[in-house]
């Protein structure tokens, strides 16, 4: 009869299971998203139709009242009024309330929701399976379990890159002029100069960049990324991946030979075991943490990276500094 498994396998097997249901609930989170930002412009949950100069929010027309006072329906105040209430309000509460999002988990937006960061993912994982590396840029392969670069995935590669540049390029105009008209022109072929337009530089832009600089643009050149994570670095109880650090040899064994799950696990290019101020970009997608969560429980150990926040991610920070402060007394 075969022994029972001791029970703290059993528990770190629990906690391996728990970290694939992280991962499903995340991609669930991605998709659902996604596919709230192709179709809001089609049920007016969000858009700005330049036709009519007009905000639509939530299937209703979104005004600040200032046709009304020019047309002398309503008197400055009232006017006054509607701007603060329905123009600067609502936008601030929406900025306090993401960038608080932020100051506490960090980019989780990025991690969870943006579609652009679904994309980018989607993409890493077909070019890894055509050459080995999740950017063309990548001196050298990410090795991942049981796979092989295929020439094969090259074609399915491209063909992605393209036709998510040609789904953006239609859903960005979508969101300015309205849907019905740009997707009945689109079919029927009727598309005005100016729409065709639109639509040719767009595909070819979002194309490139999907293709060539997309981790690059998500590191450096979204606004939106840039203000989660100095929002996140401003605050010490945000949270972090924390690391065992006392248990650092454990990681020679983590993925032999190469070693550092972690490290190929994570889609920014980052080092999750490193300090917090070179994690800015992190979007804690959390696939640092399962990996090293597959790596260790198949060594019946538990895991060496965690999410810490509050004081937990405070001593995380200190131990940190300290083990700058030791090497820095070495050398």
């Known amino acids: 009869m075969d022994a029972e498994p001791a029970p703290a396998f059993v528990a770190l097997a629990a906690t391996h299971a728990g970290s694939d249901t992280l991962q499903r609930r995340r991609r669930l989170a991605q998709a659902a998203f996604f596919a709230l930002f192709l179709l809001a412009p089609a049920f007016d949950l969000l858009r700005f139709d330049l036709t009519e100069a007009q905000l639509w929010f939530l299937g209703q027309r979104w005004s600040l009242g200032i046709d009304a006072f020019r047309a002398g329906q309503i008197g400055a105040s009232e006017a006054a009024l509607n701007i603060l209430w329905r123009g600067f309000l609502p936008a601030i509460v929406l900025i306090v309330v993401f960038l608080g999002v932020a100051y506490r988990w960090g980019r989780l937006y990025c991690g969870w929701l943006c579609p652009h960061f679904s994309s980018v993912e989607l993409l890493n994982d077909l070019l890894h399976r055509a050459i080995g590396k999740l950017s063309?840029?990548?001196r050298t392969r990410t090795p991942r379990a049981g796979r092989t670069p295929q020439r094969r995935w090259w074609p399915v590669f491209g063909l992605?890159?393209?036709?998510?540049?040609?789904?953006?390029?239609?859903?960005?105009?979508?969101?300015?002029?309205?849907?019905?008209v740009i997707w009945g022109n689109l079919v029927?072929?009727?598309?005005?100069p100016n729409q065709a337009r639109f639509i040719a530089i767009g595909t070819a832009v979002?194309?490139?960049e999907f293709a060539f600089a997309r981790h690059l643009f998500c590191r450096f050149g979204c606004a939106v990324g840039l203000f989660q994570s100095l929002a996140w670095m401003a605050n010490p109880k945000g949270m972090v991946v924390a690391f065992a650090r006392e248990r650092a040899r454990d990681c020679r064994t983590c993925e032999p030979p190469e070693g550092s799950a972690c490290d190929h696990a994570c889609p920014m290019r980052l080092h999750p075991r490193n300090i917090k101020r070179m994690m800015f970009s992190c979007v804690q997608c959390g696939q640092c943490l399962q990996a090293c969560e597959h790596s260790q429980t198949t060594q019946q150990r538990e895991p060496l990276l965690q999410w810490a926040v509050g004081a937990d991610a405070v001593r995380e920070t200190l131990r940190q500094r300290r083990a700058e402060l030791d090497a820095a007394r070495r050398d």
């Open 136 to 138: 063309l840029w990548d």
């Open 188 to 192: 029927h072929g009727t598309l005005t």
């Open 160 to 180: 992605s890159c393209l036709l998510l540049g040609f789904a953006w390029a239609i859903t960005a105009l979508t969101y300015l002029l309205p849907p019905a």
């Open 206 to 208: 979002f194309t490139l």
